[in-house]
């Protein structure tokens, strides 16, 4: 079946880089994109989405750029904080009930 | 504070002993959904329900349950639990319609011997 992976399961950076987490995904239909964060004990934590008609959403330093072309979606963390270490998690939503089909998560460590 | 609740958050019970993880929403949102997190496999959907008396099985059904009675609940039941259902389970709830994120609870640690 198709499936939302991740080409990175680990990803070491140092505290102030920028860190960029990839995600690939199957599903030509996807409309709608997810980036979670999930930190040790707690359950996901929404950072930021973005649309199919869209190909760059910008937050408080994030970044998710989508290429529908490639069928590839990316994760930029600016200036990347020991606070930002955590699994993180792509999900895309298919069709009318509302359903998310989560990457595998790649997991961020940031060094100080 | 808007959030999804679980209880209990850890459980540890034996093999054929009927458990209930209760889900609690404040949002109002019509949707709710359960997911198994297991390592190497991700976050599973398990079962959904759109609106009160409106369920669905997601992509990993067998074994449990699910009832909508009321819009802020939604309690996943395992009638019969089994060592394979040993996981981590959340819970999550949205509005319909359009694109809008999924906010998740804490989730509930379940050991199954």
């Known amino acids: 079946g198709e499936s939302v992976g991740l080409h990175l399961p680990t990803l070491s950076v140092q505290e102030g880089d920028n860190s960029i987490i990839n995600c690939a995904y199957s599903?030509?239909?996807?409309?709608?994109f997810i980036w979670y964060k999930q930190e040790s004990g707690k359950g996901p934590q929404f950072i930021i989405d973005?649309?199919?008609?869209?190909d760059k959403r910008q937050g408080q330093r994030v970044t998710v750029l989508l290429n529908k072309t490639v069928k590839h979606l990316s994760l930029q963390i600016a200036a990347t904080q020991p606070g930002d270490s955590a699994v993180y998690f792509c999900?895309?939503?298919?069709?009318?009930?509302?359903?998310?089909?989560f990457g595998k998560g790649t997991l961020l460590t940031v060094n100080p | 504070e808007a959030q999804v609740t679980q209880n209990p958050r850890y459980l540890i019970t034996v093999t054929g002993k009927k458990l209930t993880v209760t889900c609690s929403q404040n949002?109002?949102?019509?949707?709710m959904s359960w997911y198994r997190q297991d390592p190497g496999l991700g976050l599973r959907q398990i079962y959904y329900?759109?609106?009160?008396?409106?369920?669905d099985k997601g992509d990993v059904p067998e074994g449990y349950k699910v009832s909508r009675k009321e819009k802020r609940n939604f309690p996943l039941i395992l009638e019969s639990p089994s060592p394979n259902q040993t996981s981590l389970y959340f819970c999550?709830?949205?509005?319909?319609?359009?694109?809008?994120?999924?906010?998740f609870g804490p989730g509930t640690r379940l050991t199954v011997t």
């Open positions: 949002m109002n949102h019509e949707y």
């Open positions: 973005i649309r199919s008609n869209m």
């Open positions: 999550a709830s949205r509005v319909t319609g359009g694109a809008y994120e999924q906010y």
């Open positions: 599903n030509s239909a996807s409309d709608y």
């Open positions: 329900s759109m609106n009160v008396e409106v369920t």
């Open positions: 999900a895309e939503m298919t069709g009318s009930n509302y359903k998310l089909t």
